[in-house]
T-cell receptor
Framework: AQSVTQLGSHVSVSEGALVLLRCNYS??????LFWYVQYPNQGLQLLLK??????LVKGINGFEAEFKKSETSFHLTKPSAHMSDAAEYFC?????????????FGTGTRLTIIP | AAGVIQSPRHLIKEKRETATLKCYPI?????VYWYQQGPGQDPQFLIS???????DKGSIPDRFSAQQFSDYHSELNMSSLELGDSALYFC?????????????FGPGTRLLVL
């Protein structure tokens, strides 16, 4: 069964600093990988996804992630943090197979931006 | 663009009562997923439907049932509610068959069981 591990349940960065949120995956088949963001009291919004095309994936709000098979990682980065980036971030994985696309989420990383 | 609609957005029930949550997928999406997110937890997959048939099942209690209707909307029925059922329930929809299927999530229904 596929799984993802998010390293660091809380991450704090200064406004304007680099954001790095870590995600490692485990999957017996080539995975689809996703990053979702959840603002307080809101639903999950898709930031970006990897589906076996380009290994560097660009998403919304200036975020990007790089798929590294050798490291089984899919870390999320943003060059310069903004106050509006404060939220909970979830890494998720699904199998590519037909009829088996349920998402398995990591435990989430709460990002705090320091003014 | 149209998004996934969930209703109600908030629901308060007593223990042992029943609740029905509704989900209206994005137009033309044929697959619906239900997830449960407990306080401070990550979303957990409950069940999914494709073309009105159950396609996958996760950690859904036997007290819960769900279905997808001919117009593709879905309902999650919860009976004999317990305090532990208090959570945020998400519905997501996707269009099956494309090479890059993506689940789009609704805003969630926050259920509080007293």
């Amino acid at each position: 069964a596929q799984s993802v591990t998010q390293l660091g349940s809380h991450v704090s960065v200064s406004e304007g600093a680099l954001v790095l949120l870590r995600c490692n995956y485990s999957s017996s088949v080539p995975p689809y990988l996703f990053w979702y963001v959840q603002y307080p009291n809101q639903g999950l919004q898709l930031l970006l996804k990897y589906t076996s095309a380009a290994t560097l994936v660009k998403g919304i709000n200036g975020f990007e992630a790089e798929f590294k098979k050798s490291e089984t990682s899919f870390h999320l980065t943003k060059p310069s943090a903004h106050m509006s980036d404060a939220a909970e971030y979830f890494c998720a994985v699904s199998d590519q197979g037909f009829g088996n696309e349920k998402l398995t989420f990591g435990t989430g990383t709460r990002l705090t931006i320091i003014p | 663009a149209a998004g996934v609609i969930q209703s109600p957005r908030h629901l308060i029930k007593e223990k042992r009562e029943t609740a029905t949550l509704k989900c209206y997928p994005i137009p033309r999406h044929d697959t619906v997923y239900w997830y449960q997110q407990g306080p401070g937890q990550d979303p957990q997959f409950l069940i999914s439907f494709y073309e009105k048939m159950q396609s996958d099942k996760g950690s859904i209690p036997d007290r819960f049932s769900a279905q997808q209707f001919s117009d593709y909307h879905s309902e999650l029925n919860m009976s004999s509610l317990e305090l532990g059922d208090s959570a945020l329930y998400f519905c997501a929809s996707s269009l099956r068959g494309g090479p890059q299927e993506t689940q789009y999530f609704g805003p969630g229904t926050r259920l509080l069981v007293l």
